[in-house]
């Protein structure tokens, strides 16, 4: 019992003197927070900079001497020290009345050096990361760069790209960062697959969206890059695409592009949920604006009904309305479409409603991300400009003026509250793209004074010095042919949308005729949009030509042998010159030739109208112009020449993608004075019928062509998809027809041995392959005349570039 109440006692006591010991730690650390909490700084001492100055890492604590300062405030003086960036490391601790901070400084980046790059250039990687010579360096944001270097390769199209990232020390506390890359192979899209598609079939599809499959010549056209970017763009124009073709309830389930590693090949799956196809109901105009008669805009509408439904056709009906309301001096009216589908019978009822729309003025338009392009470039597409009133169409319509550009890869216009409640600013934020091209080109082609094997090299800028103006440099060179051409736009002459600009060239040929031509002049041109689709143009034009060279025609004897005389041949020579020599049979193109050099100075307009829907590869739409040219304003030439020309495409199947072309022209010249020269003829064969030779058609003396004051001409022409070959080759099949006729001498002597002077009708029909190269269109035609004269030129087979309209 005595046992047991010692060892009850014992560990009471030990309990008590546990208790009493923790009681006073606790009073002890209360104690030493009560003295924390309650300290004086006297002083801050700095140990362990190098770099950075004392004073600068006291000015950055914010403490001052007799401050009364917590353990809070220390982490944050701490926490402030580190955001600088300058230091990997610091601790702070009290000593007394003295706050010692000890830092460890980050080290300074002597040289960011790219190793192994040569697919991107240094230039592009050092814009791609964060890490900079002379900054301090941290290891956090160069393990960011590596990734960045990643996405770079990746939008080139090398998804497989390894990059990785070390230091190396160097002199002064300095490290040389270094980036090692194995670029990899070209990353290939292997496949690009649709699901759900009915209307269209895969290959259709394939034509709407800008990404390729990777074929034989994607090393040239590098289309066939995968991007997200791309896709999300691709998508969007597949909506386009649908909505404007009826299909209103589109949708795009999922589109996913998945990398197989092993093969570095991305297979791209699009699903699709394409809903019915609409037509439009009823269309009306609603106004809630005294004053508005919607009767009398009637005449704006783009909707018809019973028509396909195009959501494109809507928008062009909005900004039609808006600004005949605007013109009206409505200028805060809202123009609302109001949509009503009929579900059985698969039509959609559109009202415009036009109301008053709140009292909002443009403050500014802000431009961002535009880093080539200057502002005033972007702003310029507005139609509203600061001050005037805010219409959400108008601001819309310049969106799709900017896209159209080209200059940027995407546009974003949004809006955010101005500096008074009336007031709104417009955002513009563009990404922008390359628009410099630097080509090379060759072929061969049967036709014209260029007829051979060509290659052309060339320098295109869209944008020049970010000022929006076209730049575009080029020389041309074949077996006996070379030209040189330099042409310059500017879109927005004197602040207003016209296009003013200047050409100059020179060719230089002797393979096309028996006499060498050489042109040398240039243009200077004014063109200024009167609407949406038509354009009016005027320019004035000078040019030199000289006709032959100091060679000539060899004359014949009676037998047909060439003549000799001392053992050289005999060449025949102009009448008005013993030493200037003669070139063909034909004595007017002798006389024009012993006349040369030729001036021509001439003044010429025109009046285009355009509604084509695309202008590289149009499938709908009208295109005409029609011109004269009037020469006399000093010169050697004195003649006026009238021409026009049109072509109407038509999709003829949606599913199958065949296109229709209906196309005709013509054109007449006439002396203004004296007798016209013959070089002022029209000289056509294979580009008004084709299986006929460059020069095939129309008057002839003695067998030489001598042209024709009138040409009229008309073709019909079907393409087509190649069967069995994949789209992104790029080729296409070609059936048509062609009629025309060229004629008419003006000529007062020598008429002697001329035939062909009245019309007489050319017919002919073929086929053809259409290749979209890298290069330009190119093609090839097979065509048998049908209907000729004696005295023609034929050729079946004709090789070269390709022009749609």
Known sequence: MKAGSKLLSALSAAALSSTVLAASAVSLELVSLSQAEAAVLNRVEVRGNQRVDAETVRNLIQFRSGQNYSDADVDQAVTRLFATGLFSDVRANQAGGTLVVNVQENQIVGEVVFQGNNKIKNEQLASAVQTKSRDPYNASTAQADVDGIKAAYTRIGRSDANVSVRTVPAEGNRVNVVFDIQEGDRTKISSINFVGNNAFGDSRLKEVISLRESGIFSFLQRN?????????????????????????????????????????????????????????????????????????????????????????????TLVNLTNAVANQGYAFAQVTPRGDRDFANNTISVDYVIDQGPRAYVERIEVRGNTKTRDYVVRREFDVSEGD?????????????????????????STAPGTQPDRVVVIVQVDEQATGEFSVGGGYTTGGESAGPVAEVGITERNFLGRGQFVKVSAGFGEDTRSYNLSFTEPYFLGRRLAAGFDLYRTENSSSTAYDI??????????????????????????????????????????????????????????????????TLSPIINEAICDSP????????????????????????????????????????????????????????????????VSGGGGNVTALGDDLRVFDNFFKGQDIVRGFKYQGLGPRQNGVAIGGTNYANASAEATFPLPLVSRDFGFRGAAFADAGSLWGVENS?????????????????GVGIIWASPFGPLRVNYAVPLKKEDYDRTQEFSFGFSSRF
């Open 389 to 413: 009133a805010f219409n959400q169409v108008l601001v819309q319509r310049a969106k799709k003026r900017l896209e159209s550009l080209k200059f940027f890869k995407t546009v974003n216009v």
């Open 224 to 316: 066939d890059i995968y991007d997200e970017d791309r896709l999300r763009a691709d998508e969007e124009a597949l909506r386009r695409f649908y909505f404007n073709r009826g299909y209103a309830d589109f949708r795009i389930v999922s589109s996913v592009a998945e990398l197989e590693p092993t093969q570095n090949e991305y297979f791209v799956t699009v699903t699709v949920d394409e809903g019915e196809r609409y037509t439009y109901g009823n269309i009306n105009i609603d106004s809630t604006v005294p004053g508005i008669d919607a009767t009398a805009l009637q005449k704006e509408l783009e909707t018809k009904t019973g028509e396909t439904y195009s959501a494109e056709k809507v928008e062009d």
């Open 518 to 583: 050489v042109r040398t002049g240039g243009s200077l041109r004014l063109a200024a949009p009167i609407t949406e689709d038509v354009t009016a143009q005027i320019a004035y034009n000078y040019k030199e030509e000289t006709f032959g060279d100091d060679q000539g025609r060899v004359q014949y004897d009676l037998n047909g042998l060439p003549l000799y005389s001392n053992g050289a041949l005999v060449y025949a020579t102009c009448a008005n010159s013993p030493i200037a020599p003669l070139y």
């Open 598 to 661: 030729y001036s021509t100075s001439s003044v010429s307009y025109a009046l285009t109208y355009n509604t084509l829907d695309n202008q590289q590869d149009p499938r709908n739409g009208f295109f005409a112009q029609a011109g004269q040219e009037v020469a006399g304003l000093g010169g050697d030439a004195q003649f006026i020449r009238t021409t026009a020309r049109a072509s109407f495409f038509s999709l003829l199947s949606e599913e199958y993608d065949v296109i229709g072309q």
């Open 749 to 765: 002597e020598n008429q002697i041995g001329i035939e062909g002077d009245d019309f007489a009708l050319r017919a002919s029909a």
